[in-house]
């Protein structure tokens, strides 16, 4: 099994950036993907951005691209999303996710491990 643990969530104003961070730990070995899952107060769990663990191919949902990099330390098992120009509808938690297959990317049924998540809250 994998653990996956996120940091850097906090308050930033509009417009400001903020980089969050999530370290894996186990079975690192066994991950094929990992992504980003954000999700706001009575609102589903939404597709934010996801990479290819053994590769460098990204996938982000249309309302982060040019925004919002995420990008891998192999080596540190760590995934990371940098996110740029932020705005107040980006307030949300924000979940790691993890797989060992292959599935999707964009839907949060293709991913069985998870993180506790990380509040991010842009203020207006």
């Known amino acids: 099994q994998v653990q996956l643990v996120e940091s850097g969530g906090g308050l930033v104003q509009a417009g400001g950036s903020l980089r969050i961070s999530c370290a894996a730990s186990g079975r690192t070995f066994s991950i094929t993907a990992m992504a980003w899952f954000c999700q706001a107060p009575g609102k589903e769990r939404e597709f934010v951005a996801a990479i290819n663990w053994r590769g460098f191919d990204t996938y982000y949902a249309d309302s982060v691209k040019g925004r919002f990099t995420i990008s891998k330390n192999n080596a540190k098992n760590t995934v990371y999303l940098q996110m740029n120009s932020l705005k107040p509808e980006d307030t949300a938690v924000y979940y790691c996710?993890?797989?060992?297959?292959?599935?999707?990317?964009?839907?949060?049924?293709?991913?069985?491990?998870w993180g506790q998540g990380t509040q991010v809250t842009v203020s207006s």
């Open positions: 996710a993890a797989r060992g297959y292959s599935g999707s990317y964009y839907q949060a049924q293709a991913y069985n491990m």
